[in-house]
């Protein structure tokens, strides 16, 4: 029998605030502990959250990204457990009324024989709640101690449907919906600062039936590609046990990435019964609909319309136009190239191949690169008037970034300026049409690859300057 996998994924995204979600509490990451507190997210009794008005603001802008469906009237809840990172004994988060009702989210993603398709995947809701405080466990002492800097802080809880299919899918879903928020600027979606963070709930089902099989969600996954390794680890495990005519046991999986591995945290029995009510000290309200309207037109350029204004505008691939809009300042990086007068398609190329592999070599983002768009633009020029060549360029784009010099002038320095003299490039043919018969005999029988040989040997007696171009051609006509 043939097992399908069904997956759902829980967002958690810290929204950019200045202060906290229900009091004005600094949000800076980093600082000394619990020296970002108050009574307020210290949950002294008497003491009274108010609403950030921003944070709203963002989770809305967020949901009409999403194409959701938000609110009228909206509440916060009382989601009630107890443990060290909670002072209160409860968090301030909302049920039955979320923000953000029903959306979707459209993603561009690969099927497992490598065909490029667009999926829709459903978003259930997305909704406000506070940040709980943090335990470290590793300290000076026996036992742990608990920051509540992060308590309070706002988080929007963003809940997929279970639409995926595929641990691709997943990764290409979190892609996409982290460049929707990136592009929005309501997070700095920063998952080693913990302002990103994922849980998968993930089961198995054989292929035809519908009924969902028992799910096991997974917490604990740092990255990317940490939730795409857990969720195929988690789906092979289930399988198996399926196949062997084994239960699957609900409950909370963490990802250990030293053992490559998913083990079992708690099972539902432990699961919490968290006895959601309403909150009393923040009254239900109304959201006018001109507002939310008003909060739509400041929403910018999101990354599928610019992947596809990229594809009508500069005439890029598919693939291409949404590899560069995926990260907000790479698209504009690249627009920025264009104005400076560069072939789009060769941009687009020596960015993605080139420039971005130099940058990670070196943990560089595109923001300290010292290769402005300008210069990327000096030097696509070059390469395109046959001024020097393709492997050169390469060369020149290294020490570009090293130095943050102009292309020309490395070029003039390194002497790298390709031959285009057909006279001299003519002679070195003649030469090594003659020093090399067979590989003439062989090409004239048909062998193209033949030709391999000769032209090595051009480039060897004009020391990797001749411009290859020219001597293909001029080697055609002596062979015709
Ligand atoms: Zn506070």
Same mark, same amino acid.
């Given at each position: 029998m043939n097992y399908e996998p069904v997956i759902g994924?829980?967002?958690?995204?810290?929204?950019?605030?200045?202060?906290?979600?229900?009091?004005? $509490?600094?949000?800076?990451?980093? @600082?000394?502990?619990?020296?970002?507190? $108050?009574?307020?997210?210290?949950?002294?009794?008497?003491?009274?959250p108010v609403l950030n008005e921003l944070a709203l603001k963002l989770g809305i802008k #967020?949901?009409?990204?999403?194409?959701?469906? #938000?609110?009228?009237?909206? !509440?916060?809840?009382?989601?009630?457990?107890?443990?060290?990172?909670?002072?209160?004994?409860?968090?301030?988060?909302?049920?039955?009324?979320?923000?953000?009702?029903?959306?979707?989210?459209? +993603?561009?993603?690969?099927?497992?024989?490598?065909?490029?398709?667009?999926?829709? +995947?459903?978003?259930?809701?997305?909704?406000?709640?506070?940040?709980?405080?943090?335990?470290?466990?590793?300290?000076?002492?026996?036992?742990?101690?608990?920051?509540?800097?992060?308590?309070? +802080?706002?988080l929007l809880e963003i809940v997929s449907e279970p639409d995926l299919r595929s641990p691709q899918e997943a990764y290409d879903y979190l892609t996409a919906l982290k460049a929707?928020?990136?592009?929005?600027?309501?997070?700095?979606?920063?998952?080693e600062k913990g302002s990103l963070r994922c849980d998968a709930n993930v089961s198995v089902r054989p292929v035809g039936q519908e009924k969902f099989g028992t799910k096991v969600e997974i917490k604990n996954l740092n990255s990317f590609k940490m939730v795409q390794k857990a969720i195929q680890y988690e789906?092979?495990?289930?399988?198996? @046990?399926?196949?062997?005519?084994?239960?699957?046991v609900q409950e909370t999986r963490l990802w250990n990435d030293v053992k490559q591995t998913t083990f079992s945290m708690r099972s539902k029995e432990e699961a919490h019964d968290y006895r959601y009510f309403p909150e009393p000290d923040l009254v239900p309200f109304t959201l006018s609909r001109e507002a939310v309207e008003e909060l739509r037109k400041t929403l910018p350029e999101l990354p599928r319309e610019r992947a596809k204004r990229f594809i009508q505008e500069f005439g890029l691939s598919d693939y291409d136009a949404y590899v560069l809009v995926q990260e907000k300042k790479i698209a504009e990086y690249f627009e920025s190239c264009i104005r400076e007068g560069a072939?789009?398609?060769?941009?687009?190329?020596?960015?993605?191949?080139?420039?971005?592999?130099?940058?990670? @070599? %070196?943990?560089?983002?595109?923001?300290?690169?010292?290769?402005?768009?300008?210069?990327?633009?000096?030097?696509?020029?070059?390469?395109?008037?046959?001024?020097?060549?393709?492997?050169s360029a390469k060369e020149v784009l290294q020490e570009m970034a090293a130095t943050g010099k102009a292309a020309d002038g490395i070029v003039k320095e390194k002497g790298l300026v390709q031959v285009s003299d057909t006279g001299l490039i003519e002679k070195a043919v003649e030469k090594a049409i003659?020093?090399?018969?067979?590989?003439?005999?062989?090409?004239?029988?048909?062998?193209? !690859?033949?030709?391999?040989?000769? #032209?090595?040997?051009?480039? !060897?007696?004009?020391?990797? %300057?001749?411009?290859?171009? #020219?001597?293909?051609?001029?080697? $055609?006509?002596?062979? !015709?």
């Open positions: 994924l829980e967002v958690h995204v810290q929204l950019k605030t200045k202060s906290k979600l229900f009091c004005s $509490c600094s949000t800076e990451f980093g @600082a000394e502990g619990n020296s970002h507190t $108050c009574p307020v997210c210290l949950g002294w009794p008497g003491s009274l #967020v949901g009409l990204a999403l194409n959701c469906k #938000v609110a009228e009237r909206l !509440k916060f809840d009382r989601k009630n457990y107890f443990y060290p990172d909670l002072p209160k004994a409860y968090q301030i988060s909302q049920f039955d009324m979320p923000v953000n009702g029903k959306g979707e989210l459209l +993603i561009e993603t690969k099927t497992a024989d490598g065909k490029m398709i667009e999926r829709k +995947i459903g978003v259930t809701r997305a909704h406000l709640e506070e940040d709980a405080g943090k335990l470290l466990h590793e300290g000076i002492m026996d036992g742990s101690l608990v920051d509540y800097n992060r308590g309070g +802080i706002p929707i928020l990136q592009y929005v600027e309501v997070s700095d979606c920063d998952m789906i092979e495990r289930q399988t198996e @046990a399926c196949e062997n005519g084994e239960a699957i072939n789009a398609k060769l941009a687009s190329n020596w960015i993605q191949n080139e420039l971005l592999s130099l940058l990670n @070599a %070196k943990n560089n983002t595109i923001e300290d690169c010292l290769v402005s768009p300008h210069a990327l633009a000096g030097l696509i020029r070059l390469v395109e008037q046959g001024t020097i060549s393709g492997k003659a020093a090399n018969p067979t590989a003439v005999a062989e090409f004239k029988a048909g062998k193209q !690859k033949a030709l391999g040989a000769i #032209v090595g040997m051009v480039m !060897k007696e004009t020391g990797g %300057k001749a411009n290859p171009k #020219v001597v293909n051609e001029i080697l $055609c006509q002596k062979l !015709k």
